[in-house]
Nanobody
Framework: QVQLVESGGGLVQAGGSLRLSCAAS????????MGWFRQAPGKEREFVAA????????YYADSVKGRFTISRENAKSTVYLQMNTLKAEDTAVYYC?????????????????WGRGTQVTVSS
């Protein structure tokens, strides 16, 4: 069983940056593919970015490509999401997720464990 705790959210002006972190415990972190998802009020949870177990592969939603970067430090059991050039439409609760059997995934159903989320609010 893996526990995931997100941090780093907050209020930022449009054009600004934030770095989210997700710390994992209770499992072999390097054996999990990791993903970031977000959910805005009244909307479904959507894929943001994913990274393979080794960190050698990273994948992004078109809406964040070129602005967000996912990375991981297996020695620290932590995955990051660097978010630059933030827009008002990036406002959402951001969740990290861990998948045991996938290489990476854009579908939330592919992930086995979830954090509770961290709020990101971008003011325009």
């Amino acid at each position: 069983q893996v526990q995931l705790v997100e941090s780093g959210g907050g209020l930022v002006q449009a054009g600004g940056s934030l770095r989210l972190s997700c710390a994992a415990s209770g499992g072999a972190f390097s054996s999990y593919a990791m993903g970031w998802f977000r959910q805005a009020p009244g909307k479904e949870r959507e894929f943001v970015a994913a990274i393979t177990r080794s960190g050698g592969g990273a994948y992004y939603a078109d809406s964040v490509k070129g602005r967000f970067t996912i990375s991981r430090e297996n020695a620290k059991s932590t995955v990051y999401l660097q978010m630059n050039t933030l827009k008002a439409e990036d406002t959402a609760v951001y969740y990290c997720a861990a998948g045991r059997t996938i290489v990476y995934g854009r579908n939330p159903a592919a992930y086995d464990f979830w954090g509770r989320g961290t709020q990101v609010t971008v003011s325009s």
